[in-house]
Structure formats: structure tokens, C-alpha cells
């Protein structure tokens, strides 16, 4: 098992603990970490885009004119898509972007993702993070103490004085253990961890 150090907000080693080696040690593979991050963004998409087709369009179903004998095109009805305000060929309709590999490899992602992290030294532990009131100004001490470059923040409980004080700071998010995702760990550059949320996340991740 992989032991780390347990920081305090004043950056300061308290203590140490063990990380098991099933969830922070896992070899990382890119094409899976990718495939989450995919899965993850088009479920995010909102699929909206929609265009009227040629019998989506009001209009008279009469032809124009006579087919031959005007030297003009052969026209249909109005509603073609070759004419301006006709119906729109191949166009975009109401659809849902979503997929959803396996749960073990989401599992597995996951466990990737909390792995590189360790493995980069972009991760660290602390033993609470708690505020006596709401105050961004804090927060951001805090941060620039443990040299937190955009971090997020994983917490085992609700802490509103720390979700609110946090979220107006430009790169900085708290997240509950419930939320962890493969996106937002790799989208950060930093991960802190509170010591109560590894056995959460370790009871999450169980095999």
C-alpha cells in the first residue's frame, strides 16, 4: 500500500495513512480514461437542434407551374428543400447523444483516474477542512498555503461554509464523494482529498 502524508490547512503533516493499491495503484490506460471522458460529455449534450423537413413546412402543396414549356426549372410544390423557406434535407432532429460503457469500466476509469493523480504527486490529503463562517478570502489563503493550483476539492460530507465560500474562486470545485467523476478529477490540476472521503470513495469503488 501507498503511504501518504495527512496535511492539516496550514500545510502541515499531522499524520500519515495507507492507500490501498486496488484503487490508487492501478496502471493507466488512456483509450478508457477517454472513453468516460466521452461518455461524460455527451450525456452533458443537450440534443436540441432540430430543423422542419419538407412536410414539416406550411405551405400549398400545389405545383408552381406548368411542367414544360416556361423555360424555367421543373418545379414542385413550394415546400422544396431547393427553394428559400422550403423544408430542410438531412438536417439535425431531437436526439439523445448519451451511451453508458460497463460498470466495471467506469469503476476501472475511475480508479485510473485517482491513480494518475498519486502518481503525478498532484494529490493531496488532508486531515478536515473546516470554516467558522463563509469566506472566500480564507479559502483561497488556504489553497495558495498547500500551492493547490485549480483544485477540486472531494468531501465526504455536506460543508456549506466551504462550498460557498469556494465557489466564487476561477478554477476551484468541491464536490461530495457521491459526485467524483473521471472528468472533473482530470480536468483539475490538483486533487485534495479529506481523509473521511478515501474510505467513502474505497467503499464506492469495492470490488
Known amino acids: 500500500m501507498a503511504v501518504v502524508e495527512v496535511k492539516n490547512i496550514k500545510g502541515e503533516k499531522v499524520s ?46 400545389r405545383k408552381l407551374f406548368r411542367q414544360k414549356g416556361t423555360g424555367r426549372a421543373r418545379r414542385g410544390d413550394i415546400k422544396s428543400p431547393l427553394l428559400r423557406g422550403g423544408g430542410v434535407i438531412f438536417g439535425p432532429h431531437l436526439r439523445s447523444y448519451a451511451f453508458t460503457p460497463p460498470k466495471k469500466v467506469r469503476r476501472l476509469a475511475l480508479r485510473m483516474a485517482l491513480s494518475s493523480k498519486l502518481e503525478a504527486n498532484l494529490m493531496t490529503v488532508l486531515d478536515g477542512f473546516e470554516l467558522d463562517q463563509i469566506k472566500t478570502r480564507t479559502v483561497a489563503s488556504v489553497l495558495s498555503t498547500l500551492k493547490a493550483e485549480k483544485p477540486l476539492i472531494i468531501i465526504d460530507a455536506k460543508n456549506e461554509n466551504l462550498e460557498l465560500s ?34 467513502q470513495i474505497e467503499g464506492r469503488l469495492a470490488a
Not at 490506460?29 to 472513453?35: H, K, Q, R, S, Y
Open 166 to 199: 469556494s465557489r466564487n474562486i476561477p478554477g476551484v470545485k468541491v464536490l461530495r464523494v457521491e459526485g467524483l467523476n473521471v472528468y472533473d478529477i482530470l480536468n483539475h490540476k490538483t486533487l485534495l482529498l479529506l481523509a473521511p472521503s478515501i474510505r
Open 16 to 61: 500519515e495513512m495507507e492507500l490501498p493499491d486496488s484503487i490508487f495503484k492501478v496502471p493507466v490506460n488512456p483509450g478508457i480514461l477517454n472513453e468516460i471522458v466521452r461518455m461524460q460529455r455527451a450525456a452533458r449534450r443537450s440534443g436540441t437542434a432540430t430543423v422542419k423537413n419538407r412536410s414539416d413546412v406550411s405551405g400549398s402543396r
